[in-house]
């Protein structure tokens, strides 16, 4: 099982980005998937959440209003659309995905699947 992630760069500050996640070896459309970031001297901390089939949507606060999880389980993809962008959205953002039904979401724990990361750095 494989998830890969792209699109991040650098970009200033205000802009936007799209990352993408491509998943093979399994489907994931049964289940979450979700985004989480990892800053310069941060901890992981979750950004995005995704369900299964009803694509209920979940954010951090910081995320809220301006980025945008989706998926395409045709596809086996997910994506995160991320809009006026800050200096503090810098980070490393890694995919994660799970195989098995569970009410929690915002945890690394949650997920036993991750890709290899992608960066993002917004300049000011």
């Known amino acids: 099982v494989q998830l890969v992630e792209s699109g991040g760069e650098l970009v200033q500050t205000g802009g936007s980005l799209r990352l993408s996640c491509a998943a093979s070896?399994?489907?994931?459309?049964?289940?979450?998937m979700a985004w989480f970031r990892q800053g310069p001297g941060k901890e992981r901390e979750f950004v995005a959440v995704i369900s299964g089939r009803s694509n209920i949507t979940h954010y951090t606060d910081s995320a809220k209003g301006r980025f945008t999880i989706s998926r395409d389980n045709a596809k086996n993809t997910v994506s995160l659309q991320m809009n006026r962008l800050k200096p503090e959205d810098t980070a490393v953002y890694y995919c994660a995905g799970r195989d098995y039904y569970s009410s929690s979401w915002s945890q690394a724990s949650n997920y036993n699947y991750w890709g290899q990361g992608t960066q993002v750095t917004v300049s000011s």
């Open positions: 070896g399994r489907t994931f459309s049964p289940y979450s």
